[in-house]
């Protein structure tokens, strides 16, 4: 078992026929991934490597089955794009865009809530990859094999690290979650985690935060309250000041709100282990699953 | 990205939000010029991106042409909390009957708006929820209904303002929420809101930060750009396309992804370094831009030391690698590396630099590793800056109560 995306995933590639759209689009193909469509509006009818290419979503779904989209367009179109999938009955949408506006977000994060039909996973994300069954987005699958170690995180590159560090000790993953770097994103660590407590090849669950926003200080009450599964946890940007924004638009320190020490502070009295670099995020988890 | 107050001000009076009368000035004559317009007695204020101007001599009052050339020339270039003042904004004096707070925040944790209306302004927000909690009113705003009268109503009365003044404040709640979206903005702070002595409601200060993703949308305001204000670093970062942030240390930063590189700053300040930089050279970086990327690191004279960490997924080594080679081509450094290559190509990267055999460039096999040896070898950090504010845990006065 897996979460969210496996080989039952029929993807369709919002922006397939532009450069990082086929790109990517065409690297999860060939890890395994049931790449039914692309769409481009305008171009219905072509083809990007054999990918039929459709006008709209809604065409995707009904003449080739899309049942998840991925979302590569830019900035201004990308919540049109989403909303969009959502409307043509899309389950599970992974967008992986930086830079959407935040208000943009907020509609759209709004409406998706209150038609529960499709979950959001992103923007600004990596995707989701299910090594052995599937890959959607922008993920470096080959670091991943298959396992029982659940990662959930905010952020692209220092998942690759703190998988790479549990690669090292043998341990592979059941799914890996980007759920993105943004101020408001579709799914958060309770989403995420939630279905990993309930994914039964899921053992372990290693959640990667950073700093900005309340999310993981409301993750580790959940955790105490629902999750039987051990929860590893980082947390990123200890060092940053205050009012600057570090890389990713939803990473800022306001005033006092949203550190990387509070964050610490409340998962550890809520019992979850907090490692204070990527190693002794891998070392804390082998010492879960011994 | 933030405006300075009369830029806030010129985006509430196109919403219809009131002002008192005022004109920018950047030099000295404009602001005489500006007074006589105005009429006296005005108040010049200095246009700062930092609070407390006015305890640290910023805002005086002139009741005629001589005062306004006086303090004109006394609060531009001076500097407040390390911020030089280039900018002047010379307003109508008010007569103040009553001095109210009112905000739009953007709250990412109930993913709604958020306004807000307090009885007590003139003062930060946190001191007044620490004198008295209940007279700050706060309602979440669902963004696909939008404000709507009985909110402003609800703000008013659960505020507890003057009566007289419900429906003028109402419609100013309404003006800053239309200002709020439609300018893609992430905050909006009114403090003080005026009652003058003639029951009139304006917005005697503005404070405004707009989503620097949306700027695509409102050319007119991206130009606003304070660049007078920017570090010379971030703004040659920005020119350039990086993601940059300075810091006060000597060991130089540069990696790929914003999780990974904010997880470096950490690992190095846990081997005893002090980062000089955030720098994110983003997914799929180019020779070229790791080369670019270089050169603003080593613009900050504080460096002694840079560390490059790479975990390689989109990003090449090799590409790195070569960035590096480039770099040590074109730029006369004089400082130790330490580079850290995993992932993509990492074995080509490592070969190119062990073939390179550049100069005082160490490579690391894992990131703790490297993060001790670029400590070591970037030595002492330069003195603690003392008046830098520290990331605190502490309380957190203006949450949401309902959260």
Known sequence: MSILVDKDTKLVVAGLTGREGSFHGLNNRRYGTDLVAGVTPSKGGQDVEGVPVFDTVHAAVQEAGANTAMVFVPPPAAADAILEAADAGVELVICITEGIPAHDMLRVYTHLRRDERTRLVGPNCPGILSPGKANVGIIPAHFFSEGNVGLVSRSGTLTYQIGNELAQRGFGNSTIVGIGGDPVVGSSFIDVIAQFESDPETELIVMCGEIGGDEEERTADYIAESVSKPVVAYIAGFTAPPGKTMGHAGAIVSGSKGTAAAKAEALEAKGVRVGRNPTEVADAASEALA | ?403
Do not use: W
């Open chain 2, 1 to 403: 990205m933030d405006l300075l107050e009369y830029q806030g001000k010129q985006l509430f009076a196109r919403h219809g939000v009131p002002i008192p009368e005022g004109r920018p000035a950047a030099t000295i004559e404009e602001a005489v010029i500006a007074a006589d317009e105005v009429g006296y007695p005005v108040v010049i204020k200095a246009q700062v991106l930092i609070g407390g101007r006015g305890k640290a001599g910023g805002i005086k009052l002139a009741n005629d042409r001589e005062e306004a050339e006086r303090h004109a020339k006394a609060i531009i270039g001076m500097d407040i909390h390390g911020f030089t003042v280039h900018q002047l904004y010379v307003e109508k004096a008010s007569d103040i009957a009553e001095e109210y707070y009112a905000a739009v925040v953007f709250d990412r944790g109930a993913k709604q708006p958020m306004v807000m209306l307090s009885r007590m302004g003139g003062m930060e927000v946190e001191e007044i929820a620490e004198k008295d909690p209940t007279a700050i009113a706060r309602l979440h705003v669902d963004p696909l209904v939008g404000f709507q009268a009985f909110h402003g109503r609800r703000l008013a009365f659960e505020s507890g303002i003057a009566e007289d003044v419900i429906r003028p404040v109402g419609t100013m709640l309404e003006r800053l929420y239309e200002a709020f979206v439609g300018e893609d903005a992430m905050l909006l702070e009114v403090n003080p809101l005026l009652v003058t002595g003639d029951r009139e409601v304006v917005a005697l200060d503005a404070k405004v930060t707009l989503d620097g993703n949306a700027l695509y949308r409102h050319p007119e305001t991206a130009e606003l750009r304070n660049t007078g204000a920017e570090d010379p670093q971030e703004r040659m970062a920005r020119e350039r396309g990086l993601t940059y942030v300075k810091l006060d240390g000597n060991v130089g930063i540069l990696g790929n992804g914003a999780g990974l590189v904010m997880s470096t700053l950490d690992v190095v300040a846990q081997a005893g370094g002090r980062p000089a930089n955030f720098l994110d050279a983003g997914g799929g970086s180019k020779a070229e831009e790791i080369s670019n990327a270089v050169e603003v690191i080593l613009a900050n004279p504080k460096v002694t030391g840079v560390l490059f960490n790479i975990f390689g997924g989109i990003t090449r080594c090799d590409e790195v690698a070569n960035g590096l080679i480039t770099a040590f081509g074109s730029l006369d450094i004089s400082v130790p590396f330490v580079v850290r290559l995993d992932g993509t190509n990492d074995e080509e990267g490592r070969r190119l630099l062990a073939d390179a055999d550049l100069p005082n460039v160490h490579v690391e096999k894992t990131m703790l590793e490297a993060a001790s040896r670029a400590v070591e070898l970037a030595g002492e950090a330069p003195p603690e800056d003392a008046d830098r504010p520290g990331p605190s845990a502490g309380a957190d006065p203006d949450a949401d109560p309902e959260q």
